[in-house]
Nanobody
Framework: QVQLVESGGGLVQAGGSLRLSCAAS????????MGWFRQAPGKEREFVAR???????NYADSVKGRFTISRDNAKNTVYLQMNSLKPEDTAVYLC???????????WGQGTQVTVSS
């Protein structure tokens, strides 16, 4: 059974940093794209960042230059380093993994990130 467990969320002041982690288990994820989405209260879920199995990355325009996604295939873990945080980054951050070329995808339960002004 696939399980994704996020950690690292919390409360931080504007301008601060947080590092999110998502540990995946249940299979080997080296062929999966791994990424992060976020959902703020009353808003739709939005894409944040993705790292493909080959290492290439994509970012939402709103986080480019501030967030960095990385992965450790040996640990089946994806990270999101978030710097220069803004109040508008406040949301539940959800881990997502997708088997490339298929509709097979899994979601974590999410971790809350709150940025105070």
């Amino acid at each position: 059974q696939v399980q994704l467990v996020e950690s690292g969320g919390g409360l931080v002041q504007a301008g601060g940093s947080l590092r999110l982690s998502c540990a995946a288990s249940g299979r080997t994820f080296s062929s999966y794209a791994m990424g992060w989405f976020r959902q703020a209260p009353g808003k739709e879920r939005e894409f944040v960042a993705r790292i493909w199995s080959g290492g290439s990355v994509n970012y939402a325009d709103s986080v480019k230059g501030r967030f960095t996604i990385s992965r450790d295939n040996a640990k089946n873990t994806v990270y999101l380093q978030m710097n220069s945080l803004k109040p508008e980054d406040t949301a539940v951050y959800l881990c997502n993994v997708v088997l490339v070329g298929t509709a097979i995808a899994y979601w974590g339960q999410g971790t809350q990130v709150t940025v105070s002004s």
